[in-house]
């Protein structure tokens, strides 16, 4: 049953799979469309061609995003930037860990098992031909997760990941997560080519909405199916680990993946940002962990997990409903067995650490972690003083400003223009409390009256003498909220010994920065990966059809000169029905007009009349253009006075122009394209007629 029900997924894969590709090659194939008839156009009738440019260059930039989600979508996925393989020589006990759970759940190991720097874990299984072929299982495991999940907690972990391989997920996963990332990175392709200004008359828009559309079909079909998948495998996990285990898990990932995402984001990148990095980010991170107040917060989270809102398509069913369904499963005891040390050798993770921190323009320089620390202290405290010196040169101060003149604006009602020069947030007292406090512990500081620690909860602490440290956070505190409090804090200060009108030190004292001076502005958040790619490739986008549109421009103006001439017109030998229609006054065509001039080189033979019968002969046609035609198709009115029509009729010869054929019979450019209905850029053709004003010379006078 399990093997029919495995099948049935995969065809639903296949299935939705095949449905993007004809989605993606339909608008590809509507794309080239439009690009062929502007192209046809160019060539055929350049005059007529409008905003050609905006086609094409909206055209092009669609055609590469849809293009490239059309290729990604048949590769297989891609190994994360930071992930290193370890092999069982390197860690033989989490080898025996995976090999045992593999044989519990009667499915095969993977074949190999990559670390990577986040709190996760996942399997996935390469599967060409559209999961018709099984491929290489590999497992991902974050480091995090090896160092801080108790031994029961993290084989429930890897029992769930295995788990989808015992519920024969993993090739239905495959297909279906191929799908689901391919459609995700094309509607992320197409709205950054629309957002860079690429997307020209709404092509990229129209595109991005279809695919839209389909992907959330995609995605609402196989919902069901890809959640079920999550639960069937936490059922796995509860036979092999138990149901507190598991429950045990989940709860922890979550929590621990909170920290991480604090720890990474708020003290690693910002002082690696001034050059710096623990010499162990890792056990840094666990040293954080163990701290009694990040643990007392993280047994909160672990009770009362709040997940953040996700995507109702999101592939995990919500973690209350998951713990929900596990706890209610209840059973006996599940003793994990003895593995041993699951790491015997470091250099793996020192390898995903090494990779992590690559992304740096300058190597870091790497500290102890008790060294490392103290500089992250200071570095946090001087940037908000940073900032409330400088809003205290912004209300009017001259000179350099000091901890003594801010504590002067403070103490003589400048207070309210002081706060929102220095912030704009919601609760503006907190952030000057914070800033004053920041401002006094750096003078103390520079001073050497105190000095910073770090703290995994508030940033930074001032560790003065005795208790002088947090008698100064009220002080502090008062002297913020109100002028009365100010007195007390200068009193506190002068009892320390400091000179509050000394110049404050916004250097870093613990260990000096590469870049000199700390000015305490905020280091900007690093660009995801991902969009980092995106715009790399939205930069050769727009090199490749600024190109094409170069190329276009040249053909155009080929075309556009070339339609200024006389093209050899191709004479043929057909004939015509013996039918001469009149027109009023009695004109026949091959005739004079009424009250004209003799034609100083008449025709020959029939014109060609619309609607006549062509019958076999020899008698050469030449091609009626302008007024002519417009005279045969459309019969003169009454209105229409003779001294109109006091023009005759010539034939054009190879190599005419107008203004050839205007100067020799003493007209303008002009007039003959008035008299004969011509465009601006119509192409004469040789053995085409045309009218002539009867004020003209004598046939083969020199025009010079």
């Known amino acids: 049953m399990r093997t029919v029900l495995g099948g049935l997924r995969g065809l639903l894969a296949v299935t939705l799979l095949a449905g993007f590709y004809v989605v993606v090659c339909t608008l590809l194939l509507l794309d080239a469309g439009f690009v062929a008839v502007t192209l046809w156009g160019i060539v055929e009738t350049p005059t007529r061609v409008g905003s050609w440019a905006l086609v094409i260059g909206g055209c092009v930039p669609a055609a590469f995003a849809l293009g490239y989600g059309l290729v990604t ?149 196989t919902l069901a199916v890809r959640r079920s998948q999550e639960l069937e495998a936490d059922a796995e996990a509860v036979a092999v680990a138990g149901p507190a285990a598991t429950a045990g898990a989940l709860r922890a990932v979550h929590a621990l993946g909170l920290a991480w995402s604090g720890f990474h984001d ?86 995903v650490e090494r990779r992590m921190l690559a992304e740096a323009r300058t190597a870091p320089t790497a500290l102890p972690r008790a060294q490392w620390a103290d500089l992250a202290a200071e570095a946090f405290a001087i940037e908000p003083a940073s900032l409330l010196l400088d809003a205290a040169r912004g209300v009017g101060v001259t000179a350099r400003p000091t901890l003594g003149t801010v504590l ?64 100064l956070d009220e002080l502090v505190t008062a002297a913020a909220r109100g002028p009365a409090g100010v007195g007390g804090l200068r009193r506190e200060l002068a009892r320390l010994g400091l000179a509050a009108e000394s110049p404050v030190p916004l250097a870093l004292r613990t260990v000096p920065a590469p870049a000199g001076r700390t000015t305490g502005r905020r280091i900007p958040r690093l660009v995801p990966d991902f969009v980092a790619e995106e715009l790399r490739r939205q930069k050769s986008v727009r090199r490749f059809t600024f190109g094409t549109l170069v190329v276009l421009f040249a053909l155009w103006g080929v075309m556009l000169i070339k339609a200024d001439w006389v093209e050899p017109y191709p004479a043929g030998r057909v004939g015509v029905a013996q039918v001469r229609p009149t027109l009023p006054g009695g004109w026949t065509p091959g005739g004079p007009l009424p009250g004209a001039l003799p034609t100083a080189d008449p025709p020959t033979g029939a014109l060609p009349v619309p609607g006549a019968t062509l019958v076999p002969g020899t008698t050469p046609v030449p091609e009626i253009t302008g007024l002519a035609r417009y005279l045969l198709e459309h019969p003169l009115r009454p209105t229409v006075r003779p001294d109109d029509l006091l023009s005759h009729i010539i034939r054009v010869r190879p190599g005419d122009t107008l203004s050839g054929i205007a100067c020799r019979h003493d007209t303008t450019v002009g007039k003959l394209r008035e008299l004969n209905r011509l465009g601006a850029r119509e192409v004469l053709k040789a053995g085409a007629v045309l009218l002539v004003p009867n004020r003209a010379r004598i046939a083969g006078a020199r025009c010079g």
């Open 73 to 221: 979508v048949s590769r297989t996925g891609e190994v994360p930037p930071a992930a290193v393989p370890v092999r069982r020589d390197e860690a033989p006990g989490l080898w025996r860990l995976v090999d045992e759970l593999a044989e519990r759940l009667d499915t095969r190991p993977p074949g190999r098992i990559l670390l990577t720097p986040e709190v996760n874990a996942s399997v996935s299984e390469e599967s060409p031909m559209l999961g018709l072929i099984v491929g290489e299982r590999t497992m991902y495991l974050g480091v995090p997760l090896l160092t801080c999940l108790e031994p029961a907690e993290l084989r429930a972990v890897l029992a769930h990941e295995l788990g989808h391989y015992a519920g024969r997920h993993t090739r239905f996963g495959a297909i279906s997560y191929r799908g689901a990332e391919s459609l995700r990175f094309t509607l992320f392709r197409l709205r950054m080519t629309d957002a860079a200004g690429q997307g020209f008359l709404g092509y990229t828009g129209i595109f991005h909405w279809v695919v839209a559309r389909y992907a959330w079909l995609y995605l609402r079909l």
């Open 266 to 351: 708020r003290f690693l990148r910002p002082v690696q940002g001034l050059g710096f990095v623990p010499e162990d980010v890792f056990g840094t991170f666990a040293a954080m962990v163990e701290d009694p107040a990040v643990r007392e917060r993280l047994a909160e989270r672990r009770a009362h997990p709040v997940e953040a809102a996700g995507s109702p398509l999101d592939s995990h069913p919500p973690l209350l409903r998951r713990l929900a369904l596990i706890e209610a499963r209840g059973g006996g005891e599940y003793p994990a067995a003895g593995v041993g040390e699951l790491l015997a050798d470091r250099r793996p993770v020192a390898r």
């Open 408 to 471: 002067d604006l403070l103490e003589c009602g400048d207070r309210e223009e002081l706060v929102r020069r220095f912030t704009d947030a919601p609760s503006p007292g907190e952030q000057l409390a914070e800033g004053l406090y920041a401002l006094t512990g750096q003078a103390l500081a520079g001073a050497g009256l105190a000095r910073w620690s770090l703290s995994w909860t508030e940033g930074y602490r001032l560790v003065c003498d005795g208790s002088s440290g947090r008698f």
